[in-house]
């Protein structure tokens, strides 16, 4: 399967253009592990991260081939990067809150809403700290897990 | 500034464009856009019977010429017809603008009448594709279509445009110039690359030219040829570099992979330096991976980067248009390269060549389809244009006719499209004019777009189709003989139609022969009469394309005959 890699696309902010992406992954075999997007702020552009896997020949060829989209404005392949990820997570109201608060304080997290049932908590964290995060919060029994995909910038 | 609607920009497009012929078929969605056509008269439009014909021809027309291709079709199903046509032109990279009409975008995603997404659907078979969302954006779309289609590696553009957007009415301003920032093509290559490639050449002792389809494209084959003379390296082409250098080029060992020479597949095997010039390292090249070429480091000179180390790791690569490449790296080979090192390689490959020759055993009782092949190019070398379809006729063409020329020889490679062959040549007798055009096609394929005798009567365009007719769906009988113990599973097709009566009944002419005698004759008929005709040759139900290397084989294990 080959290492973890992260790549960024720009690419112009238009009509079909995630679909020519994914397309691209789906069509030539190649593995989406999380992908996230947004525009990117005062420009035509948006911004995608994603996260893949294969041994450098693969990634090379992902990189060239995203290239020759013509929509795409740059691929950028991270070595030095900052990455993070999000996660929420609906909590039964009867487990003990203020164990709960104090591992989501660890992650870079908190209590964000409090309902009938449950409490909805956060943590944005590095991809690899969240997954022992969410290892972790498994004894409080969450009801539901929603993590939001790797975004990263280059250092 | 202009104000019109949408149907007409695209009429005053394709004028714009200087488009003097457009091939295709209308329907409802698309309507609008032909009552432009009528109207205005800028370009001949031929009208198909089939919209695939429709893509094929536009395909046959841009290899021919060189120019982009341009074909109309309706939404639905006119579209999806099409699509085989978009995606054998873009396998084999050429410039092509395909618009369909699509249901008004009010329409779109209601499963309305004729409606499909024809833009997920041609996605993954085309360079770029739009679907219009105002008549705003046309002018713009159009442009960047054309450019598009025939900038860097050339491919096909479809342009998905809703009836609404055909009627409203909007400002026409043709842009004069595309400039897009996310698109541009690497033209020059770089110039110590340049330099390294040529000190790889120079300390080679057994170099080989292995020649691509690029150079067609990139018009290019006068520098190729230049450059082996100049350095006089052994040369091999694939099958779509065909017509690269003239079939007696000293230098050149033929087509190499899967029916390619013995000597050209041998050379690639034994050199311990690939010039690759445009090529794509395609599986029926290079067959088993691991022992493709296992002894030579590669250049690789592409306009497309992805093709650079796809498939084989490469030493030396280069990237940007072939003809701005060659036109740096040709005058250092000249200064640098002893054409004299290469004498005993030269000498080996030689004796290869004398060893297995590209050959086949005439009969006096039955034709064979190389004779065929060979005859139409004593007679016709250096002045028509061959098309062919997909098989075993298709092989034997490429191996035994004559080609002298690039655009000579237009043929589906990549894709292996049935039925291209007649639509093409269509396309191509319209680009071409008075050179005679002749398609070799098989008893399978002709019939995958014969309705088209029609369009080529209608429109005067007198191609000969010459059916090497084997009664069987033969490149598939042949696979069935050696590797499935002859267990002929639906490639029997000796229930066949009256070919000469199906050419007259379109109002062409046909000819039925089964000796080399009557062959002549229908031949010389054909061409003295200028018709649109069909010339049924009955050959050797049982001939087999050879060498042959297996799928996935090694190139140096080639099956040389076969003995039953």
């Given at each position: 399967?080959?290492?973890r890699r992260?790549?960024?696309v720009?690419?112009?902010?238009e009509?079909?253009a995630?679909?020519?992406?994914t397309g691209?992954?789906a069509a030539?075999?190649y593995?989406i592990?999380?992908l996230?997007v947004?525009?990117i702020?005062g420009?035509?552009?948006?911004?995608?991260t994603?996260?893949?896997?294969?041994?450098?020949?693969?990634?090379e060829?992902?990189?060239?081939?995203?290239?020759k989209?013509?929509p795409?404005?740059?691929v950028?392949?991270?070595?030095?990067?900052?990455?993070?990820e999000?996660v929420?997570?609906?909590?039964?109201l009867?487990?003990?809150?203020?164990d709960?608060?104090?591992?989501?304080?660890a992650?870079?997290?908190?209590?964000?809403?409090i309902?009938?049932?449950?409490?909805?908590i956060m943590?944005?964290?590095?991809?690899?700290?969240?997954?022992?995060f969410?290892?972790?919060?498994?004894?409080?029994n969450?009801k539901?897990?929603?993590?939001?995909?790797?975004?990263a910038i280059?250092r | 500034?202009a104000k019109?609607?949408g149907?007409?920009?695209v009429?005053?497009?394709?004028?714009?464009?200087?488009?003097e012929?457009v091939?295709?078929?209308p329907?409802?969605?698309i309507?609008?856009v032909?009552?432009?056509?009528?109207?205005?008269?800028y370009?001949?439009h031929?009208l198909t019977?089939h919209e695939?014909a429709a893509?094929?021809a536009?395909?046959g027309?841009a290899r021919?010429?060189?120019?982009?291709?341009v074909?109309?079709?309706t939404s639905?199903?006119?579209?999806?017809n099409?699509?085989?046509?978009?995606?054998t032109?873009?396998?084999?990279s050429?410039?092509?603008v395909v618009?369909s009409?699509?249901?008004?975008?009010?329409?779109i995603g209601?499963?309305a009448?004729q409606?499909?997404?024809a833009v997920?659907i041609s996605?993954?078979?085309?360079?770029h594709?739009?679907?219009?969302?105002?008549?705003?954006?046309l002018?713009?779309?159009l442009a960047?279509a054309?450019?598009?289609a025939?900038?860097?590696?050339p491919?096909p553009?479809?342009?998905?445009i809703p009836?609404?957007?055909?009627?409203?009415?909007?400002?026409?301003?043709?842009?004069?110039?595309v400039?897009l920032e996310t698109?541009?093509?690497?033209i020059?290559?770089?110039?110590r690359?340049?330099?390294?490639a040529v000190e790889?050449i120079?300390?080679?002792?057994?170099?080989?030219?292995?020649?691509?389809?690029?150079i067609i494209?990139?018009?290019?084959?006068h520098?190729v040829r230049e450059?082996?003379?100049?350095?006089q390296i052994?040369?091999?082409?694939?099958?779509m570099?065909r017509g690269?250098l003239p079939h007696?080029?000293?230098?050149?060992?033929?087509m190499?992979?899967?029916?390619?020479?013995y000597?050209?597949?041998?050379?690639?095997?034994?050199?311990d330096?690939l010039i690759a010039?445009?090529?794509?390292?395609?599986d029926?090249?290079t067959?088993?991976?691991s022992?493709?070429a296992?002894?030579?480091?590669?250049?690789?000179i592409d306009?497309?980067p992805?093709?650079i180390g796809?498939l084989v790791?490469?030493?030396?690569?280069i990237?940007?248009?072939l003809?701005?490449v060659?036109?740096?790296l040709?005058?250092?080979a000249?200064?640098?390269?002893?054409?004299?090192?290469?004498?005993?390689?030269?000498?080996?490959?030689?004796?290869?060549?004398e060893?297995?020759?590209?050959q086949?055993?005439d009969?006096?009782e039955?034709?064979k389809?190389?004779w065929v092949i060979?005859r139409?190019?004593q007679k016709l070398?250096g002045?028509?244009r061959?098309?062919?379809d997909?098989?075993q006729?298709?092989?034997w063409?490429?191996?035994?006719?004559?080609f002298?020329?690039?655009?000579e020889?237009?043929t589906?490679?990549g894709?292996?499209?049935m039925?291209?062959?007649?639509?093409?040549?269509?396309?191509?007798?319209?680009g071409?004019?008075?050179e005679v055009v002749?398609n070799f096609?098989g008893?399978?394929?002709?019939l995958m777009n014969?309705?088209?005798?029609?369009?080529?009567?209608?429109?005067?365009?007198p191609?000969i189709?010459?059916i090497?007719?084997?009664s069987y769906l033969?490149?598939?009988?042949?696979w069935q003989?050696?590797?499935y113990d002859?267990?002929?599973?639906?490639?029997?097709?000796s229930i066949q139609?009256?070919?000469?009566r199906?050419?007259e009944a379109f109002?062409?002419v046909?000819?039925r022969?089964?000796t080399?005698?009557?062959f002549?004759?229908?031949?010389?008929?054909?061409?003295?009469?200028?018709?649109?005709?069909?010339?049924?040759?009955?050959?050797?139900r049982?001939?087999?394309v050879?060498?042959m290397?297996?799928?996935?084989?090694?190139?140096y294990n080639m099956?040389l005959?076969?003995?039953?």
């Amino acid at each position: 399967m080959g290492e973890r890699r992260v790549i960024s696309v720009i690419v112009l902010n238009e009509h079909g253009a995630l679909t020519r992406i994914t397309g691209l992954f789906a069509a030539r075999g190649y593995n989406i592990e999380s992908l996230t997007v947004a525009p990117i702020p005062g420009s035509s552009y948006s911004r995608l991260t994603i996260v893949t896997q294969g041994d450098s020949q693969v990634i090379e060829q992902i990189i060239k081939q995203l290239h020759k989209l013509i929509p795409v404005y740059k691929v950028i392949e991270h070595s030095e990067l900052v990455e993070k990820e999000m996660v929420m997570a609906k909590i039964p109201l009867e487990e003990r809150l203020a164990d709960v608060e104090a591992l989501c304080r660890a992650y870079n997290g908190n209590i964000v809403n409090i309902g009938k049932d449950t409490a909805i908590i956060m943590a944005a964290d590095e991809p690899k700290r969240i997954r022992n995060f969410i290892e972790a919060l498994k004894r409080f029994n969450p009801k539901e897990i929603v993590r939001s995909g790797v975004v990263a910038i280059e250092r | 500034m202009a104000k019109m609607r949408g149907a007409q920009m695209v009429v005053e497009a394709m004028r714009e464009e200087g488009v003097e012929v457009v091939f295709g078929y209308p329907g409802g969605a698309i309507m609008n856009v032909y009552d432009e056509i009528y109207k205005h008269r800028y370009f001949q439009h031929i009208l198909t019977r089939h919209e695939q014909a429709a893509v094929h021809a536009a395909d046959g027309y841009a290899r021919a010429t060189g120019k982009v291709g341009v074909a109309f079709v309706t939404s639905g199903p006119g579209f999806t017809n099409a699509v085989t046509g978009l995606a054998t032109a873009y396998m084999d990279s050429i410039p092509l603008v395909v618009i369909s009409g699509q249901v008004p975008l009010s329409m779109i995603g209601t499963d309305a009448f004729q409606e499909i997404d024809a833009v997920g659907i041609s996605r993954p078979c085309t360079k770029h594709n739009y679907l219009v969302q105002s008549a705003r954006e046309l002018p713009r779309i159009l442009a960047e279509a054309f450019y598009i289609a025939r900038s860097g590696r050339p491919g096909p553009v479809h342009i998905d445009i809703p009836k609404d957007v055909t009627a409203e009415v909007a400002e026409f301003v043709y842009p004069k110039e595309v400039k897009l920032e996310t698109y541009k093509p690497t033209i020059r290559g770089n110039v110590r690359q340049i330099k390294k490639a040529v000190e790889a050449i120079k300390s080679a002792s057994r170099p080989i030219f292995y020649l691509g389809g690029g150079i067609i494209h990139s018009n290019s084959a006068h520098l190729v040829r230049e450059l082996v003379d100049a350095t006089q390296i052994p040369a091999v082409e694939t099958l779509m570099a065909r017509g690269t250098l003239p079939h007696d080029h000293p230098q050149l060992l033929g087509m190499v992979g899967m029916h390619g020479s013995y000597a050209a597949n041998m050379a690639m095997s034994e050199a311990d330096l690939l010039i690759a010039l445009g090529p794509r390292f395609d599986d029926r090249v290079t067959g088993k991976l691991s022992e493709f070429a296992k002894y030579a480091k590669v250049i690789h000179i592409d306009i497309d980067p992805s093709s650079i180390g796809k498939l084989v790791p490469v030493n030396y690569p280069i990237v940007g248009d072939l003809k701005a490449v060659l036109q740096e790296l040709l005058p250092l080979a000249k200064k640098e390269i002893d054409p004299d090192r290469y004498a005993k390689w030269r000498e080996i490959l030689k004796r290869y060549d004398e060893l297995h020759p590209l050959q086949y055993k005439d009969s006096d009782e039955v034709l064979k389809p190389q004779w065929v092949i060979e005859r139409v190019g004593q007679k016709l070398k250096g002045r028509a244009r061959i098309t062919t379809d997909v098989g075993q006729h298709q092989m034997w063409t490429a191996q035994f006719y004559p080609f002298t020329r690039p655009r000579e020889f237009i043929t589906s490679g990549g894709l292996g499209t049935m039925g291209f062959g007649f639509p093409a040549a269509i396309g191509v007798k319209r680009g071409v004019g008075d050179e005679v055009v002749v398609n070799f096609t098989g008893d399978g394929s002709i019939l995958m777009n014969i309705q088209e005798l029609i369009t080529a009567v209608q429109y005067r365009l007198p191609v000969i189709n010459i059916i090497l007719n084997n009664s069987y769906l033969g490149m598939v009988r042949q696979w069935q003989t050696f590797f499935y113990d002859k267990r002929y599973a639906e490639t029997d097709l000796s229930i066949q139609p009256d070919f000469v009566r199906v050419a007259e009944a379109f109002g062409g002419v046909g000819y039925r022969v089964k000796t080399k005698e009557e062959f002549d004759k229908a031949l010389d008929d054909a061409l003295s009469k200028g018709v649109v005709a069909l010339i049924d040759v009955i050959v050797d139900r049982y001939e087999n394309v050879l060498p042959m290397v297996p799928a996935g084989g090694t190139l140096y294990n080639m099956l040389l005959e076969y003995k039953d």
